[in-house]
């Protein structure tokens, strides 16, 4: 069997964040969350079926990946290697047009694109809320990155995760917000993900609290992009993020992401929403700030950040569209 297919996915941030698993094998989450995708921060991935039953191949922005990257890769690959009925290896490269590693959920738009072009390289008709659950296994947050806009993955409550995918609920151009990510850092983190929730779980007695928040913060967050209402968004995506922030820092011995530098840009982000700009931040695990704003402050608002010596870099982004196959 060879096959040959080309896809494109956009990263995605959390406004109501996911950290903790109740089944890390599956990555099944322990509660929902909600997101925006994002065009301008994609990867692009090319699948080929290779014609033996060699090892997989695995080159990530020109360079063989590493032994992380290649088992989360796996973990979609094999799955649909076996729907497919083969034993075939594949030969996978897969470019990121953003940093990867540094908060900004290059696994998201990484694992997403793979399900995508695999499930295309292999001749397997699925639709998108089953490559949702496919990437969901190798990322949780790549189950969000199949779909466009304003994305919010269910938690589900079976074993098997059959009820655990991603679900679009509002469309790109139904609210155009404008993300200015200020990278502070651009290396990779020192804690991945999967190591960090566990760690949350096991050792943080802020994480069950954190958690029982997420529920009435979906229902809030959706309502306020609902109304296009960026102070209510800002209100509740803030505190989702500190509050996740606060749990994984609650964990013994503390994971912390954010960085000196991270803090520079949230204090800015407060002294412009004290002057009445419209705009907040969210931050994941890692130390870079994505900012949120209108179109229409855009302007004010990369001008203040690109003030701060702290801020490497600005990368602009808005709500984009689903995960696609390109060729
Ligand atoms: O799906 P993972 O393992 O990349 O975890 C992502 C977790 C956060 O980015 C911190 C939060 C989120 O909901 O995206």
Known sequence: MTGRATARASANIALVKYWGKRDPQLNLPARGSFSV?????????TVTVLGNDG????????EVADAGVLKKAKRVLDPLRNRAG?????????TNDFPTGAGLASSASGLAALAVATAGALGLDLDATELS??????????CRSL?????????GEQADGADSYAVPRFDADWWDLRVVVAVVAPGKKAVNSTDGMTHT????????????????DLIAAKAAVEGRDL????????RSSLRMHAAMQGADPALVYLAPESWVVITAVRKLQAAGVPVFFTA????NIKVFTTPDAQETVRAALLDLPVVRRLVAARPGGAAERIE
Do not use: C, I, M
């Open 147 to 155: 779909f466009g806009g304003y994305v919010e993955w269910l938690a």
């Open 86 to 94: 083969t034993r075939a290896a594949f030969q996978v490269s897969s």
């Open 133 to 142: 659950r496919v990437a969901r296994v190798g990322s949780g947050s790549a």
């Open 37 to 45: 995708t994002l065009a301008g921060l994609t990867t692009t991935t």
């Open 201 to 216: 779980k096991d050792t943080s007695p802020f994480h069950e609290p954190f958690l029982a928040t997420v529920d009435g």
């Open 231 to 238: 102070a209510a968004l800002g209100r509740v995506a803030e």
């Open 284 to 287: 994941d695990a890692g130390p």
């Open 55 to 62: 090892e997989d191949q695995f080159v990530l922005n020109g």
